[in-house]
């Protein structure tokens, strides 16, 4: 980015599905990860951090556990501890992912796990991505009944981003579930408020109602299906869905 002729790194935060870490298999708790994929993954991050962009990351714990996989007569707020905690492992596989290929990765958790993590610090996070590191989020916002939709939009207006990038399994946003209405059709781009009167899954109704007050005018939702298409979007390519106020 370009203001008065100085160049500005882009700073942005790259949402990653649980489930899209293991894209090439049947996952379970057992065999939460697809680490040929992840390698790539990191690969491409490590290469954009190298062209210049501040990446911060939030990954999905989806692969490994899902609140609502929870037994009969299971604690909803145990159900989501659970999840969290998925979310700190897949952080710290895609962090030892990214360190192999030379750019260093931290990784900051809502709560400060002693010898695995550092609790989130915003000024911390902010001088890690200056110096060219990768800062992964983890344990969502430490609080049940939250998803990593909301952490999301919370860490990126913490960390001041230019664009928030969702890259999921899916490759956009559609007028209806494409698995079950061969109708359904890909949006290029929707309204926060749209998405939410339309009753779109995208995002949580409490991620959009921090969106709207935001001055993040627009995420950016595509498919992990290919890893190169998070390069791709980042270099301006309209892939998938634009979500914008």
């Not at 996952?27 to 991050?45: E, G």
């Not at 990214?98 to 000024?123: H, K, N, P, W």
């Not at 290029?188 to 007050?213: C, N, P, T």
């Amino acid at each position: 980015i370009i203001y008065g002729g100085i160049f500005m790194k882009k700073r942005v935060l790259i949402k990653l599905s649980g489930e899209a870490l293991a894209l090439h298999q049947e996952h379970s708790i057992q065999q939460p990860y697809d680490f040929h994929h992840i390698n790539t993954i990191a690969r491409i991050i490590a290469s954009a951090c190298k062209k210049g962009y501040q990446i911060c990351l939030v990954i999905g714990g989806g692969n490994i556990w899902r609140g609502r996989q929870a037994g009969s007569g299971m604690n909803a707020v145990i159900a989501d501890q659970m999840g969290m905690l998925s979310t700190m492992l897949n952080c710290l596989c895609m962090a030892d992912a990214i360190r192999q290929q030379g750019v260093e990765a931290v990784v900051q958790s809502a709560y400060a796990l002693q010898s695995f993590t550092d609790e989130f610090d915003m000024s911390e996070a902010n001088a890690a991505l200056d110096s060219g590191k990768v800062v992964l989020f983890a344990l969502g916002l430490g609080h049940p009944f939250f998803t990593t939709d909301t952490t999301v939009v919370v860490r990126a207006r913490q960390m001041q981003v230019d664009e928030i990038l969702m890259a999921k399994n899916i490759d956009g946003v559609y007028t209806a579930d494409p698995n079950v209405d061969a109708s359904a059709r890909l949006l290029e781009d929707i309204s926060y408020q749209d998405a939410l009167r339309m009753g779109l899954k995208v995002m949580d109704a409490s991620a959009f109602s921090i969106l709207h007050e935001s001055d993040i005018k627009a995420v950016r939702l595509f498919s992990l299906k290919d890893p190169y298409n998070i390069l791709r979007v980042l270099e301006g390519e309209k892939l998938g869905t634009l979500l914008h106020s």
